[in-house]
């Protein structure tokens, strides 16, 4: 019932996106199980992995704005040139 408000759906979006997380966590980082004994051991493990994860969303970023700037540049050179053609 609350799924049906916008409220709702955003609160859906965000616990698909936290379940995405652990599961990447999980299946690639191997936090699966912890390597380390007592509370302190594991909340290392917890946060070098979220650490990790931060990280790569971080390149990710940069590259994919990076990649669209010198798209944009070469579309950018690409309709100068055509207009110099042209005149």
Known sequence: LAART???NQAQRQRTRREHLFGEAKEHHGLARAHGRGLLRVD???KLTATVQNLK???SRRRRAAA???AESATEER???HFLRVV
């Open 6 to 8: 916008r409220a709702g």
């Open 44 to 46: 290392q493990q917890v």
């Open 57 to 59: 969303r971080l390149l």
């Open 68 to 70: 669209a700037a010198q």
């Open 79 to 81: 309709v100068r040139t």
